[in-house]
């Protein structure tokens, strides 16, 4: 019973933490930072898109996969992120005026969603590897 009470509270945990990361790329990517010193890393922001991704993938996947490993619940996490990259995109074309859309970012979107899903997969087949034996 315990550990159904800890599992459980974890769920509720990586939820919170799903919800305000998915906030927190809102606001990042549609509110302007015109005052932010600029880093002197060439494509800065993609990295920045990517890691957003990576992490949205993964605290999606802790909260709603049930099972320990799902490629189903895997999938469409992947599927969200790919699309909520793009909205966010569209709407930066459409209600902003110091950002604009750019296809690259969501091509670093999904790079990062990707990454997330090898980990997951990999993470998985460890474990399943070790269980095993």
């Known amino acids: 019973m315990k ?7 974890r769920k509720k945990i990586y939820g ?7 906030l927190f790329i809102l606001v990042m990517c549609l509110v302007s930072f015109t005052e932010l010193p600029s880093v002197g890393v060439s494509s800065a922001d993609k990295y920045v898109h990517a ?4 992490v949205f993938t993964i605290l999606w996947f802790l909260t709603l ?3 320990g490993y799902s490629r189903k619940i895997l999938t469409r ?8 990259g793009i909205a ?10 110091t950002r604009q859309a750019d296809i690259y970012d969501v091509f670093a979107n999904i790079a990062g969603a990707l990454m997330a ?11 399943k590897m070790k269980a095993d034996n």
């Open 51 to 54: 890691s957003f991704h990576f």
């Open 117 to 127: 899903v090898l980990l997951l997969y990999y993470s998985a087949h460890v474990v």
């Open 3 to 9: 550990i159904i009470k800890n599992s459980l509270a």
């Open 77 to 84: 996490v992947f599927l969200s992120s790919v699309v909520f």
């Open 88 to 97: 966010i995109e569209i709407m930066q074309g459409l209600f902003t005026k």
């Open 16 to 22: 919170l933490l799903a919800i305000i990361w998915t």
């Open 65 to 67: 996969d049930k099972s």
